[in-house]
């Protein structure tokens, strides 16, 4: 096996947890969470796991909010995560935001229109999707750098043409892994940002900025679930279509509850039509239900060991 290169390797199912490719004292991991819900019980397996191999070798954990989405995120679910985290007794080096990176995505995305290797495409979603099942090439695939940057300026103008247009990364529209069948990098959102405000009206895609700040922030080890596996092959080909440094993914099981839903979109449903009283509901697998359901602040201290 080629140490140098990224490897994906899958949790093995014995009491000491192995991190390949480690080196004391330059292990770097990041918590990664969207704020656009609580954190449930899911996460908290997620973070724990960071952190357990943040201080196995020596290394360091940061806390980063994916807040690409404006759609759905606000500053008062980064609040309660901050608060859970504490809670939990997590211990992590920084806080950053994807969104601190906004302007560094949009010169990369720039780069890679001008480089032949990013588009700009108008057709319509459902469209888009077919075509990808279908591996058919767009028709906006050969567009000439010099029209995708012009539809690339109206996305940032937000414009009514700009807002039927998304930049997608030019990949491989024939292969057997859909995701890389030219991913979508950006898209239109007039929306203000709950941090920044209406300063953007282009948001970059969670696929497009994850692997392009893992690599800026130095992360060593992307710790992701296996829900995600076959978008791996995608991660590591758009670090190669950046020219970025490659960062390690390590794979571990999703948590899944009988008769719970571990999903943020599906637990904020019942908050939104009043089936529960909020997301500190004492039903919710959420660490704010589970504490109002009558676990002690001190018992989660048990969950460490």
Known sequence: MDLK???VVRARKRPEVYLPHAEMGKVRLRFAPEPSGCLHIGHIKAVLLNQNFAQKFDG???MRFDDTNPAKENNEYMDKIIEV???MGIKYEEVTFTSDYFPQLMDMAVKLIKEGKAFVDDTPREQMQSERMA?????????????NIEL???????SDRGL???LRGKLNMQDPNKSLRDPVYYRCNPMPHHRIGPKYKIYPTYDFACPFVDSIQGITHALRSSEYHDRNAQYFRIQDTMGLRK???YEFSRLNMVFTPLSKRKLLWFVENGIVDGWDDARFPTVQGMLRRGLKNGCIDTIHT
Do not use: F, Y
């Open 152 to 158: 690339w300026n109206e996305m940032i103008a937000g």
């Open 164 to 166: 039927q247009c998304c």
């Open 5 to 7: 290169k990224p490897q």
């Open 135 to 147: 591996g058919i090439d767009s028709k906006c695939r050969n567009n000439t750098v010099a029209e």
């Open 60 to 62: 360091k954990q940061i």
């Open 247 to 249: 960062v390690h993914i």
């Open 85 to 87: 985290l504490k809670t």
